[in-house]
DNA sequence: GGGCTGATTTGCT
DNA sequence: GCAAATCAGCCCG
């Protein structure tokens, strides 16, 4: 009960059925061969789910950033075929998940057919579920109230640490079972939103694309 | 709220 | 060698 979300007109939605309700409506594979930024704007307010050690932890997406190598010196596979961006050329629907910084995991979605290197980043959540376990992975624990919930996954580094996403789910399935996106049940959706459209944080280069799409007033956002 | 800086590892040049 | 699709801590005010 202390984990079960509180939306709108109180309903309160024990996390077991929450689950069985994603579950069976995970977006299907063939979601993932639309163009690229379509898919950016798509994923706004689906949901991200980790099933990882047992425990569920999910929330919505409400920030993304497109990657595209043909044109985009930006994207990771820009120059070509590495060990490291291998996955975002292969098959649309799987997770390319990779390790910067010296300390953090980003999580993508692939897109486009297999040949074509492309992907979304998704870099902010609004949490739905597990958020104990959230605050307890992001070294929070002791905190409590909005403010500090907003921590726990405005960022793309935050929102994989608080879902215990890490580079052994590289290349998982996203209609699969460790990690999957899916649609979320009318209680638990975003009110109607405005998507702002925008230019990419943290890069150096093809800092002028457009490719970055954010719910308009979310306060889960990483920067606006 | 905003600016600066160190952390810390991987993978490419 | 070094830059990197970042974050937290610290300073300032």
């Known amino acids: 009960m202390t984990n079960s979300p509180i939306i709108g007109s109180a309903v309160l939605t024990p996390d077991q059925t929450l689950l069985e309700y994603l579950q069976a409506n995970k977006l299907p594979t063939e979601f993932y061969g639309q163009p690229t ?6 994923l706004l307010g689906k949901a991200l789910i980790s099933l990882v ?6 929330g919505l997406i ?4 497109g990657y595209i190598a043909t044109i985009d010196p930006a994207c990771h596979a820009y120059t070509g075929l590495t060990r490291r961006n291998a996955v975002m050329w292969g098959v649309p629907g799987r997770a390319y998940v990779y390790f910067t910084y010296g300390n953090h995991w980003m999580i993508n979605v692939v897109t486009e057919e297999e040949g074509l290197a492309a992907a979304v980043l998704i870099r902010a959540l609004e949490p739905i579920a597990g958020l104990e376990d959230m605050r307890r992975r992001r070294g929070l624990h002791r905190l409590k109230g909005k403010a500090e919930d907003r921590q ?3 960022g793309p580094g935050k929102l994989c640490q608080a879902l215990a996403i890490d580079g052994t789910l590289n290349n998982s399935d996203l ?3 460790s990690i999957f996106i899916a649609a ?8 109607p939103f405005e998507v702002v459209e925008t230019t990419r944080i943290g890069i150096t280069r093809g800092v002028d694309f457009p490719w970055r799409y954010y719910v308009k007033g979310n306060r889960f956002v990483s920067k606006w």
């Open 152 to 154: 726990l996954t405005n």
């Open 53 to 58: 050690d047992g425990r569920l932890a999910a």
């Open 175 to 177: 209609a699969g079972d």
């Open 62 to 65: 409400v920030e993304t950033e």
């Open 37 to 42: 930024l379509d898919i950016a704007r798509q």
């Open 184 to 191: 979320v049940p009318p209680n638990l959706q975003l009110p």
